[in-house]
């Protein structure tokens, strides 16, 4: 079962930066498109970023780009979310997924099949 752990996560102050990690198990995240999502307390879970299994190719949300930015070593099996300028509007949780080996990456929370239990960013005012 793969299993996704993020970690990185905090609580900083407008303009601050941070940087999340998501490390995965198993042999085949060489091969697998990873997101990262978030989800502020009463709203949906939103896209924020992906990235194909080679790291080739990256695609962020228009509220993020500029700001964030995905990036993967697949030596150490882990991708990463750097955070730069965040905004108050920034807090949530954020959570990594990935989907099956070999599709191309996605923006839609429903194309992911596994998910990392999340890391809360606060970012205040």
């Known amino acids: 079962q793969l299993q996704l752990v993020e970690s990185g996560g905090g609580s900083v102050q407008t303009g601050d930066s941070l940087r999340l990690s998501c490390a995965a198990s198993?042999?085949?995240?060489?091969?697998?498109?990873m997101g990262w999502f978030r989800q502020a307390p009463g709203k949906d879970r939103e896209f924020v970023a992906t990235i194909s299994s080679s790291g080739g190719a990256t695609y962020l949300a228009d509220s993020v780009k500029g700001r964030f930015t995905i990036s993967r070593d697949n030596a150490k099996n882990t991708v990463y979310l750097q955070m730069n300028t965040l905004r108050p509007e920034d807090t949530a949780v954020y959570y990594c997924?990935?989907?099956?080996?070999?599709?191309?990456?996605?923006?839609?929370?429903?194309?992911?099949?596994?998910w990392g239990q999340g890391t809360q960013v606060t970012v205040s005012s």
């Open positions: 997924a990935t989907r099956e080996p070999g599709l191309v990456w996605s923006t839609r929370a429903a194309g992911y099949t596994y």
């Open positions: 198993g042999r085949t995240f060489s091969s697998r498109p």
